[in-house]
């Protein structure tokens, strides 16, 4: 049951990972799919003020493939309590910025899903949700892997020579 | 192989699967929501809607720079919102100085007025006034600069009279009232649908035929890197 609530978890968040990715690199044309310039992202970043510009230009190239990669790491399954971990690191981050912007009233664009996201109480609610979510599936990766591992101890337990059990 | 080992690996195709499905349906279902032709409509669209404005181009009279600029920067925006007098003054003006007198940037102010606030599309109405009495620049300054006081007591005249001579106001009075400036407005609106504008400030950037929206305030350093590293390609 554990592991089938696992594997929905990381599956759930692998697509929101990959879709939040995508609308921050990729938008359709009227001459096709092209790669969406940084700077669109880099202004949504600036408006949190709490970045200086450089770094913010900085998170803007990189945090949409960052992203991107957890999305498939995640459906893909590999090394999931460390893939897990950084996700659940990553969405604590945006949730405590959201939360900040919301208290001190900023009127902006969340940028968690491409332009036009405004910051309101349904985006924390959403946030907070994933946020649960990715903890969720961390807190079972590891428990998880601490039963298969207690499971194989066992299993390897040195015998008695005579193979009476003590 | 263990049950548990095999079971994980079947996971992982379905997972695999169900990624590759997802991507390649949502690219096919948003191909065919833009199907070539509504594309040449939308194009065609946006040729007559700048066509219609042949007699008096307005377009130029709300411009900066030169047209033989490389990169063009055309800013929807509405005189009442906070954001687009932040950008103003913080991005804009310095692009001006620094790009648009190079004659690297041409420069368009579009007009996006949104309708919660009540009084930005009179403040448009005045802003296109004054272009086609070749005051544009100073009664946007004027309108950004005093945003605050007519926002709250609507009083866009004073503000527009103070910064004219009473001659460009009286014919920019005159314009104003005759009810000709909306569809210059509304020209704008339709081409800010046309490129999914949907929040102010936004601005697209076009260089070498290729248009790259910024949504919201960009600082003036963001911009200047983005737009030094265009100039280089």
Redesign the interface.
């Known amino acids: 049951m554990m592991r089938w609530l696992i594997?929905l978890g990381r599956?759930a968040l692998?697509?929101v990972f990959?879709y939040a990715a995508?609308t921050k690199l990729f938008e359709?044309?009227?001459?096709g799919?092209?790669q969406?310039?940084?700077?669109?992202f880099?202004?949504?970043i600036?408006?949190y003020k709490v970045l200086p510009?450089d770094a913010?230009?900085f998170l803007a190239k990189t945090l949409p493939w960052f992203e991107l990669a957890l999305g498939?790491l995640l459906?893909?399954?590999v090394q999931l309590r460390w893939v897990a971990t950084a996700a659940s690191v990553l969405l604590l981050t945006f949730f405590a910025v959201l939360v900040r912007s919301y208290v001190l009233g900023m009127n902006?664009?969340c940028g968690c899903f491409g332009?036009?996201d405004r910051l309101t109480w349904k985006t924390l609610l959403r946030d907070g949700l994933l946020l649960f979510m990715s903890i969720s599936v961390t807190v079972g990766a590891f428990l998880t892997r601490r039963k298969?591992a207690d499971v194989s101890a066992l299993t390897r337990a040195p015998q008695p020579a005579d193979g009476r059990s003590e | 192989m263990s049950r548990g080992v095999r079971g994980l690996r079947v996971g992982r195709v379905i997972c695999t699967a169900l990624l590759v499905l997802g991507i390649s349906g949502h690219l096919i279902a948003q191909t065919q929501a833009k199907q070539p032709g509504a594309a040449k409509n939308a194009v065609a669209k946006n040729s007559s809607a700048r066509a219609s404005a042949a007699p008096v181009d307005i377009t130029a009279l709300k411009a900066v720079g030169t047209k033989a600029a490389p990169i063009t920067m055309e800013v929807f925006s509405d005189f009442q919102c906070p954001a687009c007098r932040e950008l103003y003054f913080q991005t804009v003006r310095p692009v001006i100085d620094n790009y648009v007198s190079a004659g690297k940037v041409y420069l368009i102010h579009r007009d996006n007025p949104l309708q919660q606030h009540p009084h930005s599309r009179e403040a448009a109405r005045y802003a296109n006034a004054a272009a086609r009495v070749r005051k544009m620049e100073k009664v946007v300054v004027a309108l950004f600069d005093k945003q605050a006081n007519w926002a709250a007591d609507g009083n866009i005249d004073g503000v527009v009279a103070a910064a004219l001579t009473p001659a460009e106001m009286n014919q920019v009075r005159k314009l104003v009232r005759s009810g000709t400036l909306d569809a210059g407005i509304d020209r704008d609106l339709a081409l800010g649908n046309q490129f999914r504008v949907t929040q102010t400030p936004t601005t697209i950037i076009t260089y070498k035929g290729q248009t790259y929206p910024v949504v919201g305030v960009v600082t003036y350093n963001m911009l200047k890197t983005f737009l030094d590293q265009l100039l280089r390609q």
Do not use: C, H, K, N
Not at chain 1, 28 to 31: D, G, L, P, R, V
Not at chain 1, 36 to 40: E, M, T
């Open positions: 594997f599956v692998g697509f990959v995508y359709y044309t009227a001459e799919w092209r969406l310039p940084w700077i669109s880099a202004a949504t600036q408006s510009e913010a230009m498939v459906l893909i399954g902006i664009d332009p036009g298969t």
